[in-house]
């Protein structure tokens, strides 16, 4: 769709019409968020006489961030690729301004968020106690009735509504609550969800919250309407329990997206001093939440207990989809949080193939609906959950270092998490497969190697193939991330897709080439060996491993006592022995 800008009635200087203005699109709540890119950026500013610039008319407007200074009257300057606003030393990542919807209807936005800040985003105390006097809410709240995509919906003040949709007091409530929305729908996963809790717990009320007319506008509209839905949802857990007797305690709010940062605000707007009993964020809004204090987004103080699953963390023009900063108790990074796998661009074909062209939506938006697709994962498969492992980043945890189960420093995503109110969140990481069952079983491999090649540090591939009790696993590749060098031990994590029961043999084979054979000849020239004397490699005498999902510590040694030494192409094969180590350490 071509776009006329600036409009006609605009008479700002300094602006270009960007030309061939062309849309691509990235999944953001439950739909598309729209970045529109030019073949020149326009300058938003006009400059000033000093060596900075001032904020122009144009953007004269709070970007939905209460608690920052205000951009009216602000000394600002423009960062390099039009990314960032800079205020106050502190980097802002342009959302709102690069998107088409919002370039197309810039004075109303600008009307709503500029003027009175405060009243355009709201604030806790403007929100309370605002519909307890009204018979319908703006959101509906419609009681799943265990038929595909069929709802009753429950009317706030009408009691009978509770009756008709048969409503139990004496159930525990799970709501789900939607994000952001383009196109105005109820998206299929939001089914799927309810269809797997209901399958799963019986004995459950399972409704859907559903907020499409607020959700489906533009991005900062929608944004700052989940202050006003979130008092919504609050007023109805208040009705339901002033009338039903039925306790908020008992209520789990899931909410994805922007649906999770809702959900936050209804925990902290419901009024009285106890608290809804769970919220799990599933990949919670990024852009204008990012940075933001507690009580601007979802945070551990909403509820009584906080988990929050993040799968799109990673960063495109200054901005990420899903939030990356903790904002519950227990915050899953499943790899690591950024991406996820099965969604890169590669498998836009096997999208396409699926979904037809909107499987380029697909493939963006991909990750970020991961997060729900992991959540409904732990209600099917009971028998594979999956846990995940306290640790301080993601490369500390690829080397397998993580894997510790003792003071509660691991817990299972989704459903069935242990719930566990801490002082401070604590961040957890896992490996997933690309596809369900998500569960993959987690190794840490420590190797101690002696490099005999004094002075030179070598950087060989291995593989290793692991015998099981049930079952076998070959030819799995070593990641080690630095070379081998002198007397040291290397540690790093390989993930199972199956469970292959206990360990019993471990074979570890030294990936040869030609090129090998050539260094192998060079060290013999520089460094000679006579006729029966061994040749210098590696050794390598015991292998520690341990089991994180069981936490069961082994540790296996060279078959052959008499020669622990490696080469090129070669595979040692080693067997369970006593951990004479672990005997050494407790003395």
Known sequence: MDIVWPPADYQWSQWQICQDLGATYLSLGDTELAISYCKQVPPVFEESKGDNSQLSDAFDFELGRKKIDRFNNTVVKQSAKFSHLTVANRAYPIYAVITEPFLTHTREIKQNLAHSPKEALGSQSQHTGTKKDQQNLETKFRL????????CQIFFNQLETLDQCRFNASLPLVMIVHGWSVDGMLEGWIWKMAAALKSQHKQINV?????????????????????????????????????????????????????????????????????????????????LFEGMSPTDRLSPDDANFVDAIHTFTKQHMGLSVGIKQPVAHFDFYPNGGTFQPGCHIMHVYNHIAQYGITGITQTVKCAHERSVHLFIDSLLHNDKQSTAYWCNDINTFNKGMCLSCRKNRCNTLGYNIREERLPKSRQLFLKTRAHMPFKVYHYQFKIHFINEIQGKQIDPTFTISLTGTKEDAKNLPIPLVEDINGNKTYSFLITLDTDIGELIMIKFKWEGTAVWENIWDTVQTIIPWTKGTRRPGLIVKTIRVKAGETQQKMTFCSQSIDNVHLHPAQEKTFVRCEDRFRRENRK
């Open 144 to 151: 799943y009735t265990d038929r595909s995509e069929e709802s």
């Open 207 to 287: 409704i859907i919250a559903d907020w499409l007319t607020y959700a489906h506008q533009h991005y900062p509209i929608a944004v700052q309407n989940t202050r006003y839905i979130g008092q919504e949802i609050a007023d109805f857990l208040e009705w339901l329990e002033e009338s039903i007797q039925f306790s908020r305690s008992n209520a789990h709010l899931i909410g994805y997206s922007l649906g999770a940062h809702v959900s936050g605000f209804a925990g902290s707007y419901i009024s009285g001093t106890n608290k809804i009993g769970r919220i799990t964020g599933l990949d919670p809004a990024g852009p």
